[in-house]
């Protein structure tokens, strides 16, 4: 296992990250934590999950595994707040109000007296950016979070931020948390040449673009009816990400992977890993099977005629599929210091 810097932290990371996503929800907590218990093993230190997963439930999944193996200060455990949490008009978003309220709750749900990676989930631009960063700030100084990150923000929104931190004698974010595929290289145009400048580590959502690089999917065949894109009827992100365009993709590099010996999947993962800039990508198996595929990523090695070969396929900088897509528009409030 390669372990990486995060950002200008001076942690280090295992270059492919446990995503949590689906644990305590279609992942039952008990095979959530074997899946734990095999990734610790095979060298991963870090766990990505959020409030927002199953409403909780995958936070709980995840600290009752690290209890059970007793494993908790050996892995950087990050998870993330903004998304909606009950009813009220106040339980959603960046205000201080719901941060220092989600901390809390993710606390007690993850079984830890501190968050090694508090992340905003998303961007929000009717907030003020200092409003967040000073909620961040207090918790950094708690002692409650030791670092702060985001899940995909705009080039922009993080530069103004770092002003707002340097202005305000605050922490400062210290990594980004963009989708970043095959399907979806829109983040080589601004974001990637953004963190690279400025210190900003770069974890990848969304490597496999929620499966369609997977190999499950085939052009003019209704998706299986149990998969993630087999709800699209009733979920309008999932029916605009499917188009014509990544079947172009995926029937592209299938040879490259079959010439290399490789699954899609793993060929997918191990070009994200690989890219300028990534520190560490987010596998989101749903099972054991999922899991042991997506590892295989680690043993392959890309040369610079796969990287030219995979290039022709999905171009650099393009889309076609959407996956970066949030608030990224301006901040109707003009920051004060």
Known sequence: ME??????TGVKVSSLCLGCMMFGGRTTPEDSAKIIDRALDAGINFLDTANVYSIGRSEEATGAALKANGKRHQVVLATKVHGKMGEG?????????????????????????????????RPQPDIPIDETLRA?????????????????????????????????????????QPPYNLLDRRIERELIPMAQTF???????????????????????????DSRFG????????????????????????????????SLSQLAIAWCMSRPGVTSAIIGSRTM???????????????EDDHKAIDHVAPR?????????????????????
Request: glycine share 10%; net charge neutral.
């Open 136 to 176: 961040l700030d207090d918790l950094v100084r708690s002692g409650k979070v030791r670092y702060l990150g985001t899940s995909t923000y705009a080039a922009w929104q993080l530069v103004e931020s770092l002003w707002v931190s340097k202005e305000l004698g605050l922490n400062r974010f210290v990594c980004e």
């Open 231 to 262: 709800q699209m009827a009733t979920n309008p992100m999932q029916r605009r990400r499917w188009t014509e365009g990544i079947f172009a993709v995926t029937e592209g590099l299938q040879p490259i992977a079959e010439a290399k010996g490789v």
């Open 89 to 121: 008009p106040n339980d959603l978003g960046n205000s201080r109000r719901h941060i220092i309220e989600q901390c809390e709750a993710s606390l007690r749900r993850l079984g830890t007296d501190y968050i090694d990676l508090y992340q905003i989930h």
């Open 199 to 225: 210190g900003f580590g770069i974890i990848p959502w969304s490597p496999l673009a929620g499966g369609l690089l997977s190999g499950k999917y085939h052009r003019d065949e209704p998706p299986p009816a």
């Open 289 to 303: 099977a999922q899991f042991e595929d997506n590892l295989g990523a680690l043993s392959i090695t890309l040369t």
């Open 3 to 8: 372990f990486r810097p995060l950002g200008r």
């Open 317 to 337: 900088g393009r889309m076609v599929s959407p996956f970066y897509e949030a608030e990224f528009g301006p901040n109707p409030f003009r920051v004060l210091v």
